[in-house]
């Protein structure tokens, strides 16, 4: 492929993809599995008569029917491999060969076609070995694959079909049953950027790592493909309209900003992408971003595009890349059948600046994913509560309490601790169980997320020191699920008592004996200072216990029902 010498049948011609065309085995890249199974049955004459070359379009499976047509006529053969520069390799270069004879299915499907080349497969032609290359096989008719197969099935000795497909599994079964199937694969973002380099080197193009970048992007793992995409970048000389850039999307996403998202993507609109267009694009710049983070070596993005999707996939993280990739995706579905394709992107962009719009389970993942990631702030200034503190008073002082809230630690669940550091001096004072719990009930609970409320009610406060709180609940499945509010639980608590407290849960199953009674949220255990030693009393508040989540639910929506079953 570094040889610049234009071949004579294509002088005057501009195309890269066709002046640079591999003319022989060592010179085909990308598909290293394909040259050895070929070039190795010509070294040791073990040609079998029907070829199947299947892969993506700009792969090379014509190319490769070519040069193997090449090796097999060569008059200078060496090592499997055709010299390219004898009679019969010339010839088959120019298409002036009698012994190549190429079938263009998607135009000629018809059965009398077929019929006309199988019948020409018994003449006599000057070669050893007469080839027969018939590309997009699948679109052939069913009366002309069947008159296909009857050759295939007893073909003439000195004959070799070479047929080459995108989609394997549309030819017919018993065609391939007789072939021996070779698979062409996209070739790797940094084969292609070499081989752009070299033949930009071999062309004279001088062409900066950029445009190389910005023509192997475009490519997308086709040969062809990329070197039409470079022919363009030196065309129009600028990278600004190769592709579209998704940053500020990306960003107003990121920001959760719905009508930036919008901006952005009218900003491109203006520019003259078509929806389908940004759909695509948008598409394989989330897709790069999730190889990146799953699998970096499949990923074909390179240099400064691959720094920036690594960026961004790190920012968004795999579970929001995903769900990215899979709404676009289904835009890019809808888009087929829809009167306005601008709306359906447009709606796409705004459930992902907003899950709270969206409804699947993703989004909602998504959501309280963001909610967990949230600390609760310590505030600037203290306003004075109205009720009873808890924990500590302040000594007598003309002075208001100043609170530091640099350097504030970060507890184990993510909420932040509070700190504060007062001039005055503090001294513990006893608890008070009936503020705690009217508080608890009345001011800390309604805080929380309605799941929380729901878990919250049948539970029982059991002790609290001034630092942690002992909470019990009737059974293990609620002990389990008290994880998902234990955050939230504790920014609430924090934000009524202004200092940080730790939660946590025991299970005690006496509450549960009796799902249609009620049980006393009780306060803290705690003795009266009377000398006799006798309890305090408990408060009366009322909650009603249930088991399971479900309960809660069903409780909830219908309050005062009974399940009969």
């Known amino acids: ?67 193997l047509a090449k090796a097999l006529n060569c008059e200078h053969a060496r090592d499997g491999d055709a010299c390219g520069v004898c009679a019969s390799c010339v010839a088959i270069s120019k298409g002036s060969s009698l012994d190549v004879v190429e079938l263009d299915a998607a135009s000629n499907n018809g059965v009398d076609d077929v019929r006309e080349i199988t019948a020409g497969a018994w003449h006599a032609t000057p070669g050893r070995w007469k080839v027969y290359i018939v590309d997009e096989v699948h679109q052939l008719s069913k009366a002309a694959s069947a008159a296909l197969l009857k050759t295939l099935e007893e073909p003439p000795t000195h004959v070799v079909f070479v047929l080459a497909t995108t989609d394997p599994h549309k030819v017919l079964p018993t065609i391939r049953s007789r072939t021996q199937h070779l698979e062409f694969r996209l070739i790797a973002g940094d084969t292609l950027s070499g081989l752009l380099h070299d033949i930009g080197g071999a062309a004279g193009l ?30 129009t000389g600028s990278l600004a309209d190769a592709l579209p850039r998704f940053d500020d999307v990306f960003a107003a996403l990121d920001a959760g900003d719905a009508a930036g ?6 900003g491109l609109s203006r520019e003259g992408w078509d929806p389908e267009q940004l759909a695509a694009g948008l598409a394989g710049d989330v897709r790069q971003m999730f190889l990146l983070q799953v699998a970096p070596s499949v990923a074909d993005a390179v240099d400064e595009d691959r720094n920036r999707l690594v960026a961004w996939g790190e920012r968004y993280g795999l579970a929001r890349t995903v769900r990215i990739l899979e709404t676009v995706g289904r835009a890019m579905r809808d888009m087929k059948s829809a009167p306005d394709k601008n709306v359906v992107l447009e709606i796409a962009l705004v459930r992902l600046a907003r899950p709270d719009l969206d409804h699947s389970i993703d989004a909602l993942d998504e959501r309280v994913t ?24 302040p000594t007598t002082t003309t002075d208001p309490p100043i609170i530091e809230t640099s350097g504030v630690p970060v507890g184990e669940s993510g909420a932040r601790a509070a700190a504060p550091v ?39 406060v059991r002790s609290f020191d001034g630092a942690r709180l002992v909470l019990a609940v009737p059974s293990d499945e609620l002990r389990q699920n008290t994880e998902l509010i234990q955050q939230g639980l504790r920014g609430a608590l924090e934000h009524e008592f202004r200092c940080s407290i730790d939660v946590r849960w025991e299970v005690d199953r006496s509450l549960s004996t009796d799902a249609a009674t009620s049980v006393a949220a009780r306060r803290p255990d705690a003795t009266s200072n009377a000398d006799d030693g006798d309890e305090v009393a408990d408060t009366d508040v009322v909650v009603a216990v249930v088991d399971s989540v ?10 005062g029902a009974e399940e009969v079953s």
Do not use: C, W
């Open 370 to 393: 963001r909610l967990e990631r949230q600390t609760v702030a310590p505030p600037t200034v203290v306003a004075p509560s109205p009720l009873k503190p808890i924990g500590t008073i």
């Open 206 to 235: 001088g062409v900066d790592d950029a445009t190389i970048d910005a023509a192997v992007r475009l490519g997308r793992g086709s040969a062809r493909d990329a070197l039409s995409a470079l022919d363009q970048l030196i065309a």
């Open 422 to 460: 007062a001039h005055a001096e503090v001294h513990a004072v006893p608890l008070d169980a009936d503020d705690l719990v009217d508080r608890f009930l009345h001011r800390v609970i309604p805080r929380t997320s309605r799941a929380a409320q729901l878990l919250l009610r049948s539970a029982q």
């Open 1 to 67: 492929m570094t040889d610049a010498t234009t071949p004579p049948s294509l002088e005057g011609v501009t195309a890269l993809y066709r002046r640079f065309r591999p003319g022989r085995f060592a010179e085909l890249r990308g598909q290293d599995h394909v040259v050895r199974a070929l070039q190795g049955a010509v070294r040791n004459e073990r040609v079998v008569h029907a070829y199947l070359f299947s892969g993506p379009r700009g792969t090379g499976k014509t190319t490769a029917a070519r040069i």
């Open 550 to 559: 479900g309960e809660h639910l069903i409780t909830e929506m219908f309050p």
């Open 261 to 266: 998202a919008m901006a952005a993507l009218g």
